[in-house]
């Protein structure tokens, strides 16, 4: 069984910064992309960013140079610094991972934080 795990959601000021962290465990393959997805009510789930286990990164456009992911292979853990937040910020931020069982993929999603940005 995978577990996939966020923390880090909170409430915070405008311009304010939050960390988020995410983890895998238990029994998969060769975990491949680590990617954070964000979802506002009555909106539809969307990439905020990805990166692949060289170090590649794909940003949404509206978070490039405030948000910065990162990732520990060997703990299988994945993270999303974000930085100059605004009200728009404010979603559920999920974890997404996917592992490379060779002839497909596994995709696992975590259950979710909240990030709210208000004053």
């Known amino acids: 069984q995978v577990r996939v795990v966020e923390s880090g959601g909170d409430l915070v000021q405008p311009g304010g910064s939050l960390r988020l962290s995410c983890a895998a465990s238990?029994?998969?393959?060769?975990?491949?992309?680590m990617a954070w997805y964000r979802q506002a009510p009555g909106k539809q789930r969307d990439l905020v960013a990805s990166i692949h286990s060289s170090g590649r990164t794909i940003y949404a456009d509206s978070v490039k140079g405030r948000f910065t992911i990162s990732r520990d292979n060997a703990k299988n853990t994945v993270y999303l610094q974000m930085n100059s937040l605004t009200p728009e910020d404010t979603a559920v931020y999920y974890c997404n991972v996917e592992s490379d069982r060779g002839v497909g993929f596994d995709v696992y999603w975590g259950q979710g934080t909240q990030v709210t940005v208000s004053s």
């Open positions: 238990g029994t998969f393959f060769r975990i491949i992309h």
